[in-house]
């Protein structure tokens, strides 16, 4: 794949994940931040092959600065005939830290 065609499907997928989540797309930089969830979150968007291991996805939600609630969107690629595994993924310690747990 071509990097323009991988740019293009990265970009569509960021996109697809701001429309579905109401934010904004902010990833046009090519920096840890590619959707925004306004004064809530900040996600990192991912569209892959083939799933990443959990300790790539924690080093991902690492990158993104602190200050909002931090996550990975990942977008495994289509296949023949069927959509591809979409998830979303925080650590724990933050989500309860922002929705009032300890």
Do not use: C
Request: charge should be positive.
């Amino acid at each position: 794949m071509t990097t323009s065609k991988a740019k293009a499907i990265g970009s569509a997928a960021e996109r697809k994940v701001a429309a579905m989540l109401k934010g904004i797309r902010v990833g046009q930089d090519g920096g840890p931040v590619d959707v925004r969830l306004i004064g809530y979150a900040d996600l990192q968007v991912k569209n892959l092959k083939t799933l990443p291991s959990l300790r790539e996805i924690d080093s991902m939600i690492d990158a993104i600065p602190e200050g909002l609630l931090r996550g990975v969107v990942v977008i495994e690629r289509a296949g023949y005939g069927r959509r591809g595994t979409r998830t979303i993924t925080f650590d724990l310690d933050e989500w309860a830290e922002w929705h009032g747990g300890s």
